[in-house]
């Protein structure tokens, strides 16, 4: 019992994640030096709400990464899913949980539209997700023209029952944001790594032909995994529209480096065929107490987290492609025999 216990521990938390882990723990340790008020956990967990929404689409593009795909959309589709649900509510006179479904709906055949084209069309997903990162915005742009409230100004006034989505506290500290992401890494864990879908996704990854062979799918895989993105990305929109008390149609504009670098760093091989959930969700939360605790800490102006966050992803890319390289890897190699005790 101990035995299987600790292997499926020693699976969950890889070399990679143990590292993540590291990184975290440094944060909080550099960070709190430098300002004690970070450890606070009142002014910690707050913060967390700010970029919560950032981690919650990031578990998902995790499949769409694996299977060799990206999205580079998620974000206009969580300012879409935002404005749609302020015009049905305000002007449309809809409650507001039929407009959250309406939303919903609307983000699912956004994801689906992209996933097909990528899928059954063989379009490139960059190309795909790209256009679409433009077409949704532009939608999202016409629909907050319906509303009687200018769309630089945002539609407020939403009912407590709607806010309480993000400023409910358990314990009077713990943010239902958080709980909503840990409750999503743990739906995402399952699906991706205990069950038939999920090793279907990493097959594709793999050799999307031998997956064909295998009886598998492919292309309803892959676009189902834009689907769960685009959903993901719906929660996102909800959530920070409820955080914000506003709907707007330009939330989540610049979400995408963020994601794509929390994925990447977690362990995601942008060529497909190896993530993990966990790793994303690590690494998101890495990123999170970055673009919190430079301007806190360091006073770096918000203006400028983007190039932190960029210089990370473009580490992380270099240092794997040249682990990969045959002279890298025999000097690793080299090391490790030297470590060896003989």
């Known amino acids: 019992m101990n035995k299987s216990f600790s292997a499926k521990l ?47 689409i990031s578990l998902f593009v995790t499949f769409v990464m694996i299977t060799g795909g990206i999205d580079i959309q998620a974000g206009s589709i969580v300012g879409l899913v935002s404005i749609i649900i302020g015009v049905t509510w305000q002007d449309f006179g809809c409650n507001i949980w039929v407009s959250v479904v309406i939303a919903t709906v609307a983000a699912a055949l956004c994801g689906a539209l992209s996933g097909f084209f990528i899928a059954y069309c063989g379009v490139q997903a960059m190309v795909v997700t790209l256009g679409g990162s433009f077409l949704y915005s532009g939608i999202a742009l016409l629909v907050s023209n319906l509303a009687s409230t200018a769309s630089y100004q945002g539609i407020s006034g939403f009912p407590d029952a709607f806010r309480v989505l993000s400023k409910h506290k ?32 990493f097959l594709v990854g793999v050799n999307q032909n031998a997956a064909e062979y295998s009886g598998i799918n492919s292309r309803m895989v892959i676009m189902s995994t834009y689907i769960l ?114």
Not at 23 to 51: H, Q, T, W, Y
Not at 172 to 200: E, M, S
């Open 10 to 56: 020693k699976e969950t938390f890889s070399s990679w994640q143990t590292v993540l882990v590291v990184i975290l723990i440094l944060e909080c340790v550099i960070f709190g030096s430098a300002n004690p008020k970070f450890l606070r956990p009142a002014l910690l967990f707050n913060s967390m709400n700010d970029f919560m929404s950032i981690c919650i």
């Open 170 to 201: 358990y314990f009077g500290i713990i943010p239902n944001q958080l709980v909503i992401f840990l409750g999503l890494v743990v739906i995402a864990y399952i699906l991706l790594h205990r069950t038939k879908y999920g090793r279907r996704i």
């Open 229 to 342: 993105s685009a959903l993901s990305a719906a929660i996102a929109g909800i959530v920070l529209t409820a955080y914000l008390g506003t709907a707007k149609c330009d939330l989540g504009d610049n979400f995408t480096l963020n994601i794509i670098t929390a994925v990447v760093l977690g362990g995601t091989l942008s060529t497909g065929g190896k993530g993990h959930v966990v790793g994303t969700a690590l690494a998101s939360m890495v990123i999170g107490l970055l673009r919190f605790g430079l301007p806190l800490c360091f006073k770096i102006g918000t203006q400028y987290l983007d190039i932190p966050i960029g210089i990370l992803l473009l580490v992380v890319v270099l240092g794997r492609s040249m682990a990969g390289m045959p002279s890298v890897a025999a000097f690793l190699a080299k090391l490790r025999k030297k470590d060896m005790p003989e």
